[in-house]
């Protein structure tokens, strides 16, 4: 958020963190239950990347290596389940070290861009 211009601090994407589960329809489309009271055996903490009226839950299949590994894919998880190198510049240019990998493009999951501000 230190790149982005002040007026647009409160738009601005940010990470949240909620107990909740996923729950997804036959559509495939999917949809994050919040679930305060911890009811329900599938709910757990999840990360969401969040920004204007996108919520994006983080799932397990976006990090499927270490400690995630054995989740199910739609299985959603918080930044603290990855391994660092899925999400931490300086972790993932040790990790690419390891193997050796000389280089790696990355790509968004998430729909958006610095467009969405008008007037950048």
């Not at 409160?10 to 589960?21: A, C, S």
């Not at 996108?54 to 976006?62: D, E, S, T």
């Not at 270490?66 to 603290?80: C, H, M, Q």
Request: charged share 30%; proline share 8%.
């Amino acid at each position: 958020m230190d790149r982005l211009p002040s007026k647009f601090l409160d738009r601005g994407p940010r990470v949240e963190r909620h107990y909740g589960h996923l729950h997804w329809d036959l559509g495939g489309t999917t949809k994050f239950i919040d679930d305060d009271r911890r009811e329900s055996r599938k709910s757990r903490w999840c990360d969401h990347w969040v920004y204007d009226d996108l919520r994006w839950p983080v799932p397990a299949g976006f990090a499927a290596l270490g400690p995630v590994r054995g989740l199910e894919a739609r299985t959603p998880i918080s930044y603290d389940e990855m391994l660092p190198g899925a999400h931490d510049q300086a972790a993932r240019l040790e990790d690419m070290d390891v193997k050796p990998c000389r280089g790696s493009l990355c790509f968004p999951t998430v729909r958006g861009s610095v467009s969405n501000f008008p007037g950048t």
